[in-house]
């Protein structure tokens, strides 16, 4: 491993190291160069191999930034340093002791500090499973206190959200509601369409698993039951044939295969005759998928108590929504589909709130509605579309007890340039007005007379919708406590893009942290625009816009960017300073089917008027990090 690779080259150290347990103790011994070759040296063993690791050149630049292989575990000596961990018999108590080979020489010529001691000691004890508390005597002279806290990140601490209401509960249709749905979609892709009989569940499954010998797998494909069984025969392949019809009367065939190349056993599942499939049209089915007729259409008894009607059902969904703590906006039920278009400012998660939305829809669409078309919204924008059909997303809620859309139905779709329903909902209800109240908090790391510096806020938001798009949105915010110290200024000179914050989060202690006015409009179903203008944040004021190309069902986006900004007045109300840039950059986003990682590129220029490149990598866990 190595220290200050990429720094300036102050604290840069290369080491060495290997750990063993023995029993209650864990032991560690290292070897060290650079800063960790200060004491208990020994002579470079590297140098044995080549003699020009023997001399080791200073790497302090004051600058930073590059990297110097001519220096990495270079020296004419090396430092051993190690520790131990003693596991004591006391649960979660354990005691910790170190050698450094570090003896700070830089910080003892500078007059800053002198060890008076290369070991360390320290007690360190597991309070709770996320939090740990340390003592620790330090280099002869000082006493430390640290508090660690952990995660793990792959999952969340917390389901239960404060002031989040439990989901709703899963509402599953009769096989028959299933069955006469499926035929009302099917009878507007053609009428020689349809299906009969129980739609196929888990308790089949569960039934065909069970029914003979040792199952390896069970598939279905079309019309055909495929068990793969160790020792196939007409016999075992007659009792699942039986065992199928007197179940389900949608399978026909049952074919027995060992997984090989072996020739399968085949039969028929008694009464059934053979039907022939129905070549794909073109009246609006997609992709390769192939339909059944079977018989015609079941419907519903006329005998049934009617339903509530479609206004009483519509009321229904947005009150239920609302209790969610979810808005639509707009809400349309036709035979066979509903639409809805709602705002999401509530859940971090967007599986969370489509979760909660389709449970709604489970529970109180009619049950003759089999495709729900969700669409979210920003700024009265449609920004994508998520379509579920009701059957797959039963079968998996029965299956598994739950159903994720955005990992079981793959990626959204662009929203729809038509959206006659949004609109029809939109028309008088401008301007709208939403505002918060909320706590805000700053700290600053690492200032050598202040190093650690905190700032309490409170802070209020609100966004006037002036028109579809059109929006003027401001932040005010209230310092109540801040312990910032300004009497180092900054001597750079570098443009002081960033460097000035702390004059402005004082001198503007009570200041405007944003007011800007922007348009959002969409030039195709994928290309997505937005226009800004005013005060854009804390430090800097100015006009600019963004463009983004986001391909149907792609993993990547293509972005461009341009703003010209000017620098705020320190006092944070509507004053300018001197200092004025052109900045903006074209993006490339790719998010990975490798473990959740997304990955950005952006070239272009900076506000301090350099020119670059910028690589990010992310992850985003379920639990939100």
Known sequence: GGNDLVGTGVYTGEYLVASKQFGSVDATLGLGWGRLSDTNTIHNPIGLLAKSFNTRSSVVTGFGGGLNFNTYFHGPNAGIFGGIVWHTPIDNLFLIAEYSS????????????????????????????????????????????????????????????IGTPPPPPIHIRTATEQIQALNELLALRSKSLSVS?????????????????????????????????????????????RLIASYANDINFVVLTTGSQTKPVRCAVSGRALLAEVPQNNSGASGSARMVAISSPMLINASDPPGPSQSETMTAIKRQALEQQVTIVALSLTKSEAIVYFYNNRYYSEADVLDRLLRILMANAPPQVETFRLIPVASDVPQSEYDVHRSTAERSFAQEGSYNLLRDGGLPVGAPMNNPTLIAAEKGNYPNFYWSFFPQFRQEFFDPVNPFGVQLLA?????????????????????IYNDYNTARLSDSVLPHVRTDWLTYFTQGEYGIGQLDAEYRFRFSRDVFASVKAGYLESMFAGVGGEVLWRPDGERWALS?????????????????RPYHQETGHISIYYESPWYDLNFEVRAGQYLAGDRGETFQVTRRFSSGV
């Open 102 to 161: 570090d003896k700070y020489l830089q910080e003892t010529i500078n007059g800053n500090f002198k060890p008076k001691s290369q070991i360390n000691l320290g007690a360190s004890y597991q309070a709770f499973s996320y939090a740990t508390l340390g003592l620790n005597w330090m280099y002869g002279t000082s006493i430390g206190v640290n508090v660690s806290f952990e995660t793990d990140p792959t999952t969340d601490p917390q389901p239960e959200k």
């Open 459 to 479: 802070g209020a938001s609100g966004v006037v919708e002036v028109l579809r798009g059109l929006s003027v949105q401001g932040e005010v915010e209230a310092n």
């Open 197 to 241: 009989g129980p739609v196929v569940d888990s308790n089949f499954v569960d039934l065909v698993w069970g029914g003979a010998g040792d199952v390896r797998d069970v598939a279905i494909s079309g019309r055909s039951l495929s068990v793969t069984i160790p020792n196939p025969s007409p016999q075992l392949c007659s009792k699942f044939a």
């Open 560 to 576: 461009a960017d341009l703003y010209d900004v000017k620098q705020r007045a320190f006092n944070r109300l509507f004053g300018l």
